[in-house]
């Protein structure tokens, strides 16, 4: 199989948590850089990173990269990469395109030069005036930046949030990559206890249990590149078995979720079931002031409401003090929480022991982090 050059890619500020997660799947040659996890596998790879993937968006070949100052160099670096490899003479290839401090700004006419330079090579591979474009589908970017041209083929459609289980959609609800993600950073594991008093439609509870049972976010879902004649099927076959028999569905799980929003809960109840994973969260319909986490040492993870009205700003600020309450009741337990609130930790009650920005959409959030004791190691 050849050696493919693939790029994870990766919300703003979560690129170093892709990286840890391609570590840990057995990926040691990683760079990171912005929006981007680079890193060097083969057709196995893509299935793999595609299923298993909690934080990326999507996983990319990297067809080439080159400078392209003016429209001849880049239809005629374009025309040099190996698009036969990949696209069947009825494929359909869409180009996407991005400009960023480049001199070939106008985003539409460089799309336009990428197409036709990959026409003018397959036409040369497939002795063929004319293509259908019928067939699988392959989506190109071409991402100009200081005036070097990225292209990339996109394995993965619908982003990789896009886990399959989500059919309601409640306002404003979390992407599942940025749930899994503050998972992560808590360093939370499936023998502790996670509560979320703001559950919304579930989905940090129900990224837990995928985590906690170590099921691959994208085992419900299909991918484009499951279509393509150039990614032999049985190796999607193994990527997929090999998931089927990683999961772990026998660790007990301690996941409790509430919201004082009844259609939220029934949002998430629904997602749960839709995932798998019914009987495995207890969801209430609470107000977060009513909400008593059970046992020792566990995990309140949590996206509480923003307030972009003014007139929410005081709930806000009252929800706040709310949960720095429930803190002072609860001292072996850690709280988690992603907010833009700037005097979230004076409302709080105390300064967090690390805080991160992160990006929720395009809100500009810190993730709080107030760090309770480790469990005690059994012995």
Known sequence: MPELQLIATAPMGLEAIVARELKELGYHDVQVENGRVNFTGDYKDICRCNLWLRTSDRILVKMGEFPAKTFDELFEGTKELPWQDWIPANGEFPVE???HHSQLSSVPACQGIVKKAIVEKLKQSYHTEWFQENGPRYVIEVNLLKDVALLTLDTTGPALHK???RKLVTEAPLKETMAAALLQISRWNPSRPLY????GSGTILIEAALLGWNIAPGLRRSFPSEHWPAIPEELWSEAREEAFDAVQDDQPLQLTGSDIDPKA????KAAAKSAGLA????????PA???HPQGEYGCLITNPPYGERLSEKTEVEKLVRTLGHTANQLPTWSFFALS?????EHYFGRKADKRRKLFNGRIECQYYQFLGPLPPRRS
């Open 289 to 291: 002031s009513k909400a």
């Open 163 to 165: 886990r399959g289980y």
């Open 265 to 268: 809960i029934e949002v998430a």
């Open 196 to 199: 979320d008093p703001c559950c």
């Open 279 to 286: 009987g495995e969260i207890d969801f209430q319909v609470l």
């Open 340 to 344: 833009p609130t700037k005097q979230f």
């Open 97 to 99: 395109g991005r400009s």
